[in-house]
């Protein structure tokens, strides 16, 4: 389907680039912006090694671990329909762990571990159970300590202050993830119950 709404939005431009007899700007500006998507796509590069580094760091110095420690607790109270040593846990815990730390490219493959995990004790295998859909709420609103691909992204294109959007974010995440739980746990009420 995306790949229809793209061919219809590049088939509009170009006709009316031809019948306007713009086609030479239309050129012009697809070469000046692919231009500069490379040069974005370069500066996202070095943001991004640098926080994956800083992640590894992290990792290897047990701050992840204690991070953990922290949300697991936290996970138990709002999950408590799942068991607590389970892989599902687990793979929830490591996933919200690198979202606190911006890094949602290291959190896919643990997301997809999670639902995987959550699917395996759902009964019903063609209906979302509750769980299911709280952990895609609170996986798409992720409070962010160090919203390291926004960093990047400000510092690759000049920003003299990259890091000035923290507190804002850590602030706005937080609300999106409460507003989101406090949802998701009324619909459950309404709803009749965990599925």
Do not use: H, Y
């Not at 490379?38 to 992290?58: H, N, R, S, T, Y």
């Not at 762990?97 to 004790?121: C, H, I, V």
């Not at 299911?132 to 003299?160: H, K, W």
Request: aromatic fraction near 6%; include cysteine; hydrophobic fraction near 55%.
């Amino acid at each position: 389907m995306i790949n229809k709404i793209w061919f219809f939005m590049i088939a509009m431009a170009v006709a009316f680039a031809a019948t306007s007899g713009k086609l030479g700007l239309l050129s012009e500006e697809i070469f000046r912006s692919l231009k500069a998507s490379v040069e974005l796509a370069i500066g996202l590069i070095g943001g991004m090694v640098l926080w994956c580094g800083v992640l590894k760091v992290a990792e290897k110095s047990g701050l992840v671990d204690k991070l953990s420690l922290i949300i697991r607790p936290v996970l138990r109270l709002i999950f408590n329909e799942l068991p607590a040593k389970g892989n599902a846990m687990g793979a929830m815990v490591m996933n919200m762990t690198s979202n606190m730390l911006g890094l949602g490219n290291a959190a896919t493959p643990m997301g997809l571990k999670a639902m995987d995990e959550l699917q395996r004790l759902n009964s019903k295998k063609d209906v979302a159970t509750n769980a299911m859909c709280l952990f895609l709420v609170i996986n798409a609103a992720p409070p962010q300590f160090i919203p390291a691909t926004v960093l990047s992204l400000r510092s690759s294109l000049g920003s003299t202050n990259p890091g000035i959007i923290i507190l804002p974010a850590l602030i706005t995440s937080m609300f999106a993830l409460a507003t989101g739980i406090v949802a998701c746990k009324l619909l459950e009420k309404t709803t009749g119950g965990a599925r």
